[in-house]
């Protein structure tokens, strides 16, 4: 089994069932979230893309644990999913807690 990218898709699922059942901040349905999501990704393919390619990498990555599928410029695509799911947590959980000292 391919851990590394079971735990990826899973920590997408998570936080994507945390907003709908839990958080319901909204947050994933405004502009302000995309723009932070682009700019956040922007860095992140400067970073990682260096950090990763397969030229000279920096960060190995086991094959038995990953699909080995790697778009743009060498960057894993289950480091996508990370990202995303690190990201959208944060902000959700910065919205939700914004939102209850504000009440």
Partial sequence: MREYTALAALSVVLTLL?????LR???LSTRAYWIAIAICYA???????WLT???API???N????????VPWDIPVEDYLFGFSLL???MLLW???GKRVAR
């Fill in 18 to 22: 945390a907003e709908r059942w839990w």
């Fill in 25 to 27: 901040t909204g947050l």
């Fill in 43 to 49: 860095f992140m393919l400067a970073v990682n893309g």
């Fill in 53 to 55: 390619k397969l030229t």
């Fill in 59 to 61: 960060v190995l990555y």
């Fill in 63 to 70: 094959p038995h644990e990953a699909t080995g599928w790697r």
């Fill in 88 to 90: 959208t947590l944060t």
């Fill in 95 to 97: 919205d939700r807690s």
